[in-house]
């Protein structure tokens, strides 16, 4: 087996891994972290596919903004149940930063390797295919109007977080 087989299965072994720690953490904070965890392993799989600008938007947007959304409305929802999020054992932090560690060296070998060509080898027409012009194209060509019902349901979303934490913070 060749480097780029074995990376590709160490990468699917922590999303998976990281995914199942997700579902089974008991406390809501970190669940969200192992699913940044995840989010970090799929912009590595998108970046040894040779798709760049979708790997950079999948820590922009998901690592980043979504992440920041979600623990919003967690501590917004678990105000009173601070005892919860306390660390009790501080074992844990080795073993996060051990997994950030291992997340470190994915990422950094998933830029090497669609630097420098040692990535999947793939058509020109596909490699075209993941630049921000075609996504561009397609998304307002091709998929203009579920684009748009996506933004009214988000802003409709966010409406409704408004609205019930006014009524939240006024009772």
């Known amino acids: 087996m060749n480097f780029e087989t074995i990376l590709f299965f ?35 799989l998108y970046l040894m596919l040779q798709a760049q ?37 501080n074992m844990k932090r080795y073993v996060a930063f051990a997994f950030a560690g291992g997340v470190l ?16 080898r793939i058509s020109p027409e596909m490699a075209r295919l993941g630049t921000v012009e075609s996504i561009g194209s397609a998304l307002f060509r091709d998929f203009l109007v579920p684009f748009e019902v996506t933004s009214l349901l988000l802003l409709a979303a966010l409406v409704g977080v408004i609205v019930l934490a006014k009524k939240k913070f006024q009772s």
Do not use: H, W
């Open 105 to 120: 060296v994915e990422i950094i070998s998933g830029i090497v390797l669609s630097t420098t060509g040692g990535g999947a």
């Open 10 to 44: 160490l990468i699917a072994l922590s999303a998976i891994g990281s995914a199942l720690m997700m579902i089974t953490r008991p406390n809501p904070v970190k669940g969200v972290l192992f699913l940044i965890v995840n989010f970090f392993c799929l912009a590595v």
């Open 53 to 89: 600008f979708i790997a950079v938007i999948q820590i922009l947007v998901y690592a980043g903004a979504i992440m920041v959304l979600f623990l919003f409305v967690i501590m917004l929802l678990n105000l009173e149940d601070e005892k919860m999020l306390q660390e009790r054992n």
